[in-house]
């Protein structure tokens, strides 16, 4: 039988906007490293009694319920007292945890104050998750039928417990056998990627395909699932390849595969360097580029021409162009990509200009319109593109995952 789990994350700060959980996230990667896929996951406020109905909904779900959040010093950190009301059991004091706590604080050169004392109570009848990065120990229980393991909600602190103490309690647990598998696609929308690939998308189906969307980039999840890891393995990648055969050159990458890591590998193989110039992504594109380790043997230049004056005197921009065209016009791209190409000394160069917003538009130039060009050897070609008048921070998202695109395709012709 397939052993299912259920997250809950805790706290005020994650359901105000304050805080992004990146918690459950990881923890349902790493769990479904283990063929334990996640039916459940919740944000819960600092509150005893939601806390406790959380567990007790989650405990009707799944084996193994894994809690983040509220095991810190504070009255708003509710967690401990939650897992002991859903136990019925009562908090006790571990001596042997405070003399961890106060080694820990004088190890820091910090004074121990008496609230942290509330942190060597546990429920009774669980033990510790030992917390070696902070003051914070985890809460572990387990009976015949559940594990329960709450962690601190700091994502360091929570990883280390995870990995260390409760990962390996899990590697055996699992009788299935999930195959997880993912394809990165650009270059179309999410529902022309599901009307291309039909009923493979069923729900009913094994493998069965999820879709995300991020910022242009869709990942198609195709989890296979089977009584033994083999079949698992051969039931995705036959998948895999009739999708390879439907998708063709949208696909760029597969799972943990990034746009500029795959524009790095093949600029590496071809042995071509690139620079870029960027106006309204401000660095962003040399950043994503950079952030690849290696990127050095292919990355040359980087400029960020954000002014008029910086595309003529750094790039070489003909200052009658940007009177007549435009600063953000085809003619103004096509001379940035050009002048950076020459600057560099580059095989390739990468030019965007456009408005961001929220300001600066108009009827003729709205926002969320983009030039993006991209020079080589042998010619120099310009797109125009309008991402509509979304936040500023997606459309220079955008624009940058839509550049590293079209240098993609450029380099596989």
Same mark, same amino acid.
């Given at each position: 039988?397939?052993?299912?789990?259920?997250?809950?994350? @805790?706290?005020?700060?994650?359901?105000?906007?304050?805080?992004?959980?990146?918690?459950?996230?990881?923890?349902?990667?790493?769990?479904?490293?283990?063929?334990?896929? @996640?039916?459940?996951?919740?944000?819960?406020?600092?509150?005893?009694?939601?806390?406790?109905?959380?567990?007790?909904?989650?405990?009707?779900?799944?084996?193994?319920?894994?809690?983040?959040?509220?095991?810190?010093?504070? !009255?708003?950190?509710?967690? /401990?007292?939650?897992?002991?009301?859903? %136990?019925?059991?009562?908090?006790?004091?571990?001596?042997?945890?405070?003399?961890?706590?106060?080694?820990?604080?004088?190890?820091? =050169?910090?004074?121990?104050?008496?609230? =942290? /004392?509330?942190?060597?109570?546990?429920?009774?009848?669980?033990?510790?998750?030992?917390?070696?990065?902070?003051?914070?120990?985890?809460?572990?229980?387990?009976?015949?039928?559940?594990?329960?393991?709450?962690?601190?909600? @700091?994502?360091?602190?929570?990883?280390?417990? +995870?990995?260390?103490?409760? +990962?390996?309690?899990?590697?055996?647990?699992?009788?299935?056998?999930?195959?997880?598998? #993912?394809? #990165?696609?650009?270059?179309?929308?999410?529902?022309? @990627?599901?009307?291309?690939?039909? !009923?493979?998308?069923?729900?009913?189906? =094994?493998?069965?395909?999820?879709?995300?969307?991020? $910022?242009?980039?869709?990942?198609?999840?195709?989890?296979? =699932?089977?009584?033994?890891?083999?079949?698992?393995?051969?039931?995705?990648? #036959?998948?895999?390849?009739?999708?390879? $055969?439907?998708?063709?050159?949208?696909?760029?990458?597969?799972?943990?595969?990034?746009?500029?890591?795959?524009?790095?590998?093949?600029?590496?193989? #071809?042995?071509?360097?690139?620079?870029?110039?960027?106006?309204?992504?401000?660095?962003?594109?040399?950043?994503?580029?950079?952030?690849?380790?290696?990127?050095? !043997?292919?990355?040359?230049?980087?400029?960020?021409?954000?002014?008029?004056?910086?595309?003529?005197?750094?790039?070489?921009?003909?200052?009658?162009?940007?009177?007549?065209?435009?600063?953000?016009?085809?003619?103004?791209?096509?001379?940035?990509?050009?002048?950076?190409?020459?600057?560099?000394?580059?095989?390739?160069?990468?030019?965007?200009?456009?408005?961001?917003?929220?300001?600066?538009?108009?009827?003729?130039?709205?926002?969320?319109?983009?030039?993006?060009?991209?020079?080589?050897?042998?010619?120099?070609?310009? !797109?125009?593109? %309008?991402?509509?008048? /979304?936040?500023?921070? +997606?459309?220079?998202? /955008?624009?940058?995952?839509?550049?590293?695109?079209?240098?993609?395709?450029?380099?596989?012709?």
């Amino acid at each position: 039988m397939l052993t299912k789990a259920a997250i809950i994350s @805790v706290g005020n700060e994650l359901l105000n906007g304050n805080t992004v959980d990146t918690n459950s996230n990881w923890l349902e990667s790493r769990l479904l490293t283990v063929s334990i896929p @996640v039916i459940h996951s919740c944000a819960i406020i600092d509150d005893i009694d939601e806390i406790k109905n959380a567990i007790e909904y989650a405990s009707g779900k799944a084996d193994v319920i894994l809690i983040t959040g509220g095991l810190g010093p504070t !009255d708003d950190d509710l967690t /401990r007292q939650a897992i002991a009301k859903y %136990l019925d059991v009562e908090l006790e004091y571990h001596p042997e945890i405070f003399k961890k706590i106060e080694d820990f604080f004088i190890s820091i =050169n910090r004074p121990l104050v008496e609230k =942290n /004392r509330i942190q060597a109570y546990l429920p009774a009848g669980t033990s510790e998750i030992e917390n070696d990065l902070g003051t914070a120990p985890g809460i572990f229980y387990q009976d015949d039928k559940k594990i329960i393991a709450s962690f601190p909600g @700091v994502p360091s602190e929570m990883k280390q417990m +995870f990995d260390k103490s409760i +990962f390996p309690k899990l590697q055996n647990l699992s009788t299935g056998n999930l195959v997880i598998k #993912k394809i #990165k696609c650009i270059g179309a929308g999410e529902s022309t @990627v599901a009307e291309m690939i039909g !009923d493979m998308m069923a729900r009913d189906r =094994n493998p069965l395909i999820n879709c995300t969307v991020d $910022h242009g980039i869709i990942t198609l999840h195709i989890i296979a =699932n089977a009584a033994d890891k083999k079949i698992a393995e051969e039931m995705a990648a #036959k998948d895999i390849k009739k999708l390879q $055969h439907i998708l063709g050159p949208l696909i760029f990458g597969y799972d943990n595969q990034t746009l500029a890591e795959v524009v790095g590998q093949e600029l590496s193989k #071809k042995k071509k360097t690139l620079a870029t110039a960027e106006s309204c992504t401000g660095g962003l594109i040399s950043k994503m580029i950079t952030d690849v380790p290696g990127s050095s !043997d292919y990355f040359t230049y980087g400029w960020i021409t954000y002014s008029n004056e910086a595309k003529i005197s750094q790039l070489g921009v003909d200052k009658k162009l940007i009177e007549q065209f435009g600063a953000v016009s085809s003619e103004v791209a096509s001379a940035m990509a050009v002048g950076a190409r020459k600057k560099a000394g580059s095989d390739y160069s990468i030019a965007v200009t456009g408005i961001a917003g929220p300001g600066g538009g108009t009827e003729q130039k709205p926002v969320g319109l983009v030039y993006i060009s991209i020079a080589g050897p042998n010619s120099v070609k310009t !797109d125009k593109f %309008l991402f509509g008048s /979304r936040n500023r921070d +997606f459309i220079r998202l /955008r624009s940058c995952q839509v550049a590293l695109n079209l240098l993609r395709l450029n380099l596989c012709i």
